[in-house]
């Protein structure tokens, strides 16, 4: 059968996204009629809306959560991903396989709410307020990273080959320079791809600082949905999210084009 | 020894809110305390008999089987157009394919809401399946891939050779060898989509929302620990998936991580 043909089908699925994202930005550049679903001529008062300083203190905001969950991200899944890569147990690397992925299939909602829970004071009294508060979102943004940073980083430990590690033992080095000089170096495709997904997939976050934030933080995604959920001003959400959607791409393609640029 | 303490530590991190969940499950009394008062199963019974929840678990259950009933032929033709170079620009297509990944949520729910709303379709559960389909799609190309890559096409052209018609050659040699690859896109598709949240917010109703909408709901509106009995059943049947997913298709493999001999 013809090529073109067997992915004709999968193709089209992508063009009703393709679409989708059309009328988003279509709506971006309508005018907003407030207590009506129908929407007036062209206009650029939407973009104008996104630059109001209570919203770009929400993009800033977005922009300082995601950086700080990609940094404590990967500090706290490298250990986990250097023992899944390195141990020769088959038992300890299914366990925590297991343990890793588990939160990775169990969904966003349950996960946060369980955070809810703990950062609550009914199981243990915190010495300073967590939820809805930066901080609660910052644990619950890094809690929900780390099977994904976990699985990309322990892929990139793995694929090094030992035998460097050991020579570099051989050779004098304790185990501490062994790694700054030899592992860390030759691991860093994966800390890069690592931490490029996270801060993505974090910029976009919406049901963590949603629960954990309790209306009192929110990231660009949860005035998208208060926007267009609430007020039912669709022409302002859209702007709004076509704002993220060009953010997350040129992030992307800026940090694609670097690294290519970096490994020639 | 410190190391191997750091690591227990970080993974106590990752398992402690499903413990805390666990025991507020059983919490016998609505406001929770630590520890508990003794033990009740009343949260199970709220959230087995909430008539929301199974409303909802029943349109997962419709929503998740139907998009992977689609998303699966699909993903699987497409990967055997990529993976045997029969297109040209191959590169863009798989970019294509797969940049649901990187596409915000709320944005590609807000632009499928404005879409719907244009055709008359916000009441429509087929939107949300459509939905599922496109969000599980690059999973299950990427699953199908690993195995067409493994294929070797020798194989189907000893069977052409031998006068088998290009269907019993794809239904008797191909479909065979692609088996691991399917079956776990089959798992990445069901696992995604009965996940699947920010989207279907925007785009199901009161009577179309599947059961993460509905937890949403619940948790934003209630505090009660039914949220957490319906969690913990949520996790039970995840983990039986995932230890089931690792036991048949050893999932080191599936997520490159190399094993390596005692030297």
Redesign the interface.
């Known amino acids: 059968m013809k090529g073109s043909l067997l992915l004709a089908p999968a193709l089209m699925a992508m063009a009703i996204l393709a679409a989708a994202l059309g009328a988003l930005l279509q709506y971006s550049v309508l005018e907003f009629v407030p207590g009506s679903l129908r929407t007036g001529g062209l206009t650029l008062a939407n973009f104008r809306g996104v630059l109001a300083p209570l919203y770009l203190r929400v993009i800033g905001e977005t922009i300082i959560l995601s950086a700080l969950t990609t940094i404590f991200t990967l500090l706290a899944s490298y250990p986990i991903a250097y023992a899944l890569a390195r141990t020769h147990s088959r038992r300890t690397r299914s366990l925590i396989l297991v343990l890793t992925l588990a939160p990775f299939f169990t969904g966003a909602i349950v996960r946060t709410y369980a955070w809810m829970l703990v950062l609550g004071n009914s199981f243990v009294r915190w010495p300073v307020k967590l939820l809805f508060e930066p901080s609660g979102v910052l644990i619950g943004l890094v809690h929900f990273s780390m099977p994904t940073m976990i699985l990309i980083l322990a892929a990139a430990i793995s694929h090094i080959d030992p035998t460097y590690e050991r020579a570099a033992a051989s050779l004098g080095a304790g185990p501490a320079r062994t790694f700054v000089k030899v592992t860390l170096p030759l691991s860093r495709p994966g800390i890069t791809s690592g931490c490029l997904v996270v801060f993505a997939w974090t910029f976009s976050a919406f049901a963590t600082p949603e629960l954990l934030g309790g209306g009192r933080v929110k990231m660009i995604a949860n005035v998208v949905k208060d926007l267009a959920l609430d007020a039912f001003n669709w022409p302002g959400s859209a702007a709004f999210a076509a704002v993220a959607l060009v953010l997350t791409f040129a992030l992307l393609g800026g940090a694609s084009r670097w690294l290519t640029r970096v490994r020639a | 020894m410190t190391?191997?303490l750091?690591?227990l530590v970080?993974?106590g991190?990752?398992?402690?809110?499903?413990l805390?969940?666990l025991?507020?499950s059983f919490n016998p009394t609505e406001?929770?305390?630590?520890p508990p008062s003794g033990w009740s199963l009343r949260w199970y019974v709220n959230a087995l008999t909430y008539p929301q929840f199974q409303r909802a678990a029943l349109n997962s259950v419709i929503v998740t089987g139907a998009s992977a009933l689609v998303a699966l032929?699909?993903?699987t033709?497409?990967a055997?157009?990529?993976g045997?170079g029969?297109?040209r620009r191959q590169a863009l297509?798989t970019a294509?394919?797969l940049?649901?990944l990187?596409?915000?949520?709320?944005?590609?729910g807000?632009?499928?809401?404005?879409?719907a709303?244009?055709l008359g379709l916000i009441t429509s559960r087929g939107v949300l399946i459509?939905a599922h389909?496109?969000v599980v799609?690059p999973f299950v190309?990427r699953s199908v891939s690993v195995s067409v890559a493994n294929l070797d096409p020798l194989l189907e052209r000893a069977a052409a050779s031998l006068g088998a018609t290009?269907w019993r050659v794809f239904c008797r040699v191909t479909l065979p060898l692609l088996r691991p690859g399917l079956f776990a896109a089959l798992v990445f598709a069901l696992?995604v989509s009965?996940?699947e949240?920010?989207i279907s917010?925007?785009i199901s109703t009161r009577v179309t929302e599947i059961l993460?909408v509905a937890?949403?709901t619940y948790?934003?509106n209630y505090t009660d620990p039914t949220?957490?009995a319906?969690?913990v059943i949520?996790?039970g049947a995840?983990?039986v998936?995932?230890?089931l997913a690792?036991h048949y298709l050893n999932?080191?493999r599936v997520?490159?991580?190399?094993?390596?001999e005692?030297?």
Do not use: C, H, Y
């Not at chain 2, 990187?102 to 590609?108: D, F, M, N, R, Y």
């Open positions: 190391a191997r750091l690591v970080l993974l991190f990752m398992t402690l809110p499903t805390i969940v025991v507020a406001i929770m305390s630590f032929p699909l993903g033709a497409a055997l157009a990529l045997r029969r297109v297509w294509l394919l940049s649901p990187v596409i915000p949520g709320v944005a590609a807000l632009g499928m809401l404005i879409l709303a244009a459509v389909v496109i799609l190309v290009p696992i009965i996940n949240f920010v917010l925007f993460p937890m949403f948790v934003v949220m957490a319906v969690s949520f996790i995840t983990l998936a995932v230890l690792d999932l080191s997520f490159q991580i190399e094993e390596r005692e030297a």
